[in-house]
Protein backbone atom coordinates (compact mmCIF):
# COMPACT_ATOMS: atom_id res chain seq x y z
CA UNK A 1 0.00 0.00 0.00
CA UNK A 2 0.95 3.47 -0.78
CA UNK A 3 1.28 6.61 1.99
CA UNK A 4 -1.66 8.34 0.40
CA UNK A 5 -3.94 5.10 0.98
CA UNK A 6 -2.71 4.59 4.55
CA UNK A 7 -3.01 7.95 5.28
CA UNK A 8 -6.54 8.04 3.68
CA UNK A 9 -7.36 5.14 6.39
CA UNK A 10 -6.13 6.82 9.34
CA UNK A 11 -7.85 10.22 8.71
CA UNK A 12 -11.39 7.69 7.81
CA UNK A 13 -10.60 5.49 11.39
CA UNK A 14 -10.01 8.72 13.35
CA UNK A 15 -12.66 10.71 11.97
CA UNK A 16 -15.55 7.47 13.12
CA UNK A 17 -13.64 7.59 16.71
CA UNK A 18 -14.26 11.34 16.88
CA UNK A 19 -17.65 10.71 16.00
CA UNK A 20 -18.08 8.03 18.12
CA UNK A 21 -16.33 10.52 21.50
CA UNK A 22 -19.22 12.98 20.39
CA UNK A 23 -21.75 10.54 20.71
CA UNK A 24 -21.44 9.68 23.79
CA UNK A 25 -20.05 12.60 25.40
CA UNK A 26 -23.70 14.05 24.14
CA UNK A 27 -25.52 10.59 25.63
CA UNK A 28 -24.26 10.82 28.89
CA UNK A 29 -26.96 13.15 30.83
CA UNK A 30 -29.42 10.34 29.13
CA UNK A 31 -27.63 7.89 31.19
CA UNK A 32 -26.78 9.12 34.19
CA UNK A 33 -30.74 10.04 34.50
CA UNK A 34 -31.57 6.72 33.39
CA UNK A 35 -30.31 5.61 36.57
CA UNK A 36 -31.11 7.77 39.23
CA UNK A 37 -34.64 5.69 40.62
CA UNK A 38 -35.86 2.29 39.49
CA UNK A 39 -38.54 0.68 40.93
CA UNK A 40 -39.79 -3.52 40.67
CA UNK A 41 -43.10 -4.62 42.68
CA UNK A 42 -42.05 -6.75 45.06
CA UNK A 43 -45.34 -8.51 45.57
CA UNK A 44 -48.99 -7.16 43.44
CA UNK A 45 -51.67 -9.23 44.43
CA UNK A 46 -55.24 -8.03 44.38
CA UNK A 47 -55.32 -6.29 48.14
CA UNK A 48 -51.84 -5.79 48.69
CA UNK A 49 -48.45 -4.65 46.92
CA UNK A 50 -45.51 -3.84 47.64
CA UNK A 51 -43.09 -1.45 45.33
CA UNK A 52 -39.10 -1.21 45.37
CA UNK A 53 -37.21 1.67 44.66
CA UNK A 54 -33.28 1.85 44.04
CA UNK A 55 -32.30 5.26 44.49
CA UNK A 56 -28.81 6.28 42.82
CA UNK A 57 -26.58 9.05 43.55
CA UNK A 58 -25.98 11.26 44.02
CA UNK A 59 -29.93 11.15 45.59
CA UNK A 60 -32.95 13.54 44.51
CA UNK A 61 -33.61 15.61 46.89
CA UNK A 62 -37.95 14.64 46.61
CA UNK A 63 -39.67 11.47 45.11
CA UNK A 64 -42.70 11.78 43.82
CA UNK A 65 -44.21 8.11 43.67
CA UNK A 66 -47.75 7.67 41.69
CA UNK A 67 -49.60 4.55 42.48
CA UNK A 68 -52.64 3.72 39.76
CA UNK A 69 -55.74 2.22 40.54
CA UNK A 70 -58.28 0.43 38.78
CA UNK A 71 -61.74 2.16 39.04
CA UNK A 72 -63.58 1.23 42.01
CA UNK A 73 -60.27 0.32 44.14
CA UNK A 74 -59.66 1.87 47.45
CA UNK A 75 -56.47 2.33 49.62
CA UNK A 76 -56.92 1.08 53.39
CA UNK A 77 -53.33 1.48 54.69
CA UNK A 78 -49.69 2.67 53.34
CA UNK A 79 -46.22 2.60 54.85
CA UNK A 80 -44.98 5.47 54.37
CA UNK A 81 -48.53 7.30 54.99
CA UNK A 82 -49.54 8.34 51.59
CA UNK A 83 -49.70 12.35 51.06
CA UNK A 84 -53.04 12.19 49.03
CA UNK A 85 -56.16 9.90 47.24
CA UNK A 86 -57.72 10.94 44.20
CA UNK A 87 -60.87 8.76 43.84
CA UNK A 88 -61.57 9.65 40.43
CA UNK A 89 -58.29 9.47 38.72
CA UNK A 90 -57.63 6.39 40.79
CA UNK A 91 -54.51 7.48 42.24
CA UNK A 92 -52.56 7.04 45.12
CA UNK A 93 -49.75 10.09 45.99
CA UNK A 94 -46.91 9.59 48.15
CA UNK A 95 -44.18 12.82 48.71
CA UNK A 96 -40.86 12.00 49.75
CA UNK A 97 -38.47 14.22 51.08
CA UNK A 98 -34.70 13.95 51.43
CA UNK A 99 -34.20 11.07 50.08
CA UNK A 100 -31.20 8.89 50.56
CA UNK A 101 -29.25 6.77 48.26
CA UNK A 102 -30.37 3.32 48.73
CA UNK A 103 -33.50 0.77 48.52
CA UNK A 104 -36.75 2.15 49.71
CA UNK A 105 -39.93 0.21 50.19
CA UNK A 106 -43.61 1.40 49.84
CA UNK A 107 -46.65 -1.10 50.83
CA UNK A 108 -49.73 -0.26 49.90
CA UNK A 109 -53.10 -1.96 50.96
CA UNK A 110 -56.64 -2.24 49.26
CA UNK A 111 -59.71 -2.02 50.82
CA UNK A 112 -61.71 -3.62 48.15
CA UNK A 113 -59.90 -6.07 45.82
CA UNK A 114 -58.32 -5.12 42.73
CA UNK A 115 -57.00 -6.17 39.61
CA UNK A 116 -53.31 -6.84 40.02
CA UNK A 117 -52.73 -7.18 36.43
CA UNK A 118 -53.88 -3.85 35.99
CA UNK A 119 -51.64 -1.45 38.63
CA UNK A 120 -48.71 0.12 37.58
CA UNK A 121 -46.99 3.43 38.94
CA UNK A 122 -44.60 6.00 38.32
CA UNK A 123 -41.77 7.35 40.07
CA UNK A 124 -40.92 11.26 39.19
CA UNK A 125 -38.07 12.70 40.61
CA UNK A 126 -35.84 15.89 39.42
CA UNK A 127 -31.79 14.72 38.14
CA UNK A 128 -29.41 16.22 40.45
CA UNK A 129 -26.86 16.12 37.64
CA UNK A 130 -29.33 18.07 34.97
CA UNK A 131 -32.05 19.40 36.88
CA UNK A 132 -34.47 17.64 34.76
CA UNK A 133 -37.92 15.87 35.08
CA UNK A 134 -37.03 12.08 35.56
CA UNK A 135 -40.29 9.62 35.35
CA UNK A 136 -40.10 6.02 35.52
CA UNK A 137 -42.90 3.53 34.82
CA UNK A 138 -43.22 0.45 36.82
CA UNK A 139 -45.46 -2.25 35.83
Known amino acids: MDRTKIDLKIQRISAALLALLVFCLCSLPQV??????????????????????????????????????????????????????????????????????GTLTVQLQLQSAGQADKLHAEIRCMDPATGKLVTTQVR
Do not use: C, F, M
Open 32 to 101: QAAGIISGRYLSKTDTELTLEIQVGAPAPVTLIIIQHLPPGTTPAAAEPPYKKYNAQKGEVRWLLRNVEA
